[in-house]
């Protein structure tokens, strides 16, 4: 059952995806019950690109979805290695690995969560390099950096996992790509699992955001059996404590 901070999440959501909506902001016929694509998202792309932490990073691991197609694409253009996560981890080996000198197809095709699922192979958590820059997808987010997805939680998992393993460091610079209509006034609310950015990149700025909140790993008191078992990288890592 939906507690009240579930609600309240889904609150933001629903007015974030009506304000898309009403401004023909993404390139689906409505917003809704997604990560959405947003207009601008190759510009986002760019301001992104230009920051000199991309410029110095080698691997990403960024989220799948369609709003930041062009961050991967562009990765993948400057021969940085991107990870990119199987669908609800669901896999023993659970990221596929996009090597930019190993691609059969061109960055801006292999970018593409569909073509990636054919032509990437997939990796177990070990098999990972320490990461520079971590990618996210956003419905909303405040200038405190505190962000909400769908609100499955895979990518709160997955940044948990990769924390344990010593991939993701304090220096790893975390962001996320968004339109400006998702960049919301006022508190979102926020558990000590949830993963906030250091910045938001829409197409016209940077935003910079106060002492982001990262979790130090999996919070297992948190998890439910059914969630472990359904993961077979949290199975493992549940097995190894």
Same mark, same amino acid.
């Given at each position: ?20 909506? +009403?401004?023909?902001?993404? #390139?689906? $016929? ?14 986002? &792309? ?26 991967? +694409? *562009? ?14 981890? &669901? ?10 000198? &190993? ?6 095709? +292999?970018? %593409?969560? *569909?073509?990636?699922? %054919? ?18 997808? %956003?419905? +909303? ?12 939680? #895979? ?29 919301? $006034? ?9 993963? %906030?950015? $250091? ?7 940077v935003i910079a955001c106060p002492a982001p909140h990262r979790p130090s790993g999996i919070l297992w008191d948190r998890l439910d059996t059914e969630k472990i078992t359904a993961i077979p990288a949290l199975q493992r890592r549940h097995a190894e404590r």
């Amino acid at each position: 059952m939906p507690t009240e901070y579930d609600e309240a999440k889904q609150q933001v959501r629903q007015r974030v995806w009506d304000a898309l909506d +009403a401004a023909s902001a993404t #390139y689906n $016929d409505t917003a809704h019950g997604r990560i959405p694509n947003f207009k601008g998202s190759d510009q986002a &792309a760019e301001q992104l690109a230009a920051l000199p932490a991309w410029k110095a990073a080698t691997t990403i691991k960024a989220v799948p979805d369609k709003a930041q197609l062009p961050v991967r +694409a *562009r990765a993948l253009e400057e021969g940085k290695t991107v990870y990119m996560a199987v669908p609800k981890l &669901a896999t023993p080996r659970p990221f596929y690995l996009l090597d930019p000198a &190993a691609l059969t197809v061109p960055p801006a095709e +292999a970018a %593409s969560s *569909r073509v990636a699922a %054919s032509v990437a192979p997939t990796v177990d958590v070990g098999s990972l390099r320490p990461i520079q820059v971590v990618v996210l997808g %956003s419905v +909303a987010v405040n200038r405190n950096g505190v962000r909400i997805g769908k609100g499955a939680g #895979y990518s709160d998992l997955e940044f948990a996992l990769l924390t344990e393993a010593g991939l993701i460091s304090p220096e790893t610079l975390v962001v996320t790509t968004v339109h400006p209509l998702q960049v919301v $006034d006022g508190p979102i609310p926020a558990t000590e699992h949830d993963v %906030s950015v $250091d910045l938001i990149i829409t197409p016209d700025e940077v935003i910079a955001c106060p002492a982001p909140h990262r979790p130090s790993g999996i919070l297992w008191d948190r998890l439910d059996t059914e969630k472990i078992t359904a993961i077979p990288a949290l199975q493992r890592r549940h097995a190894e404590r």
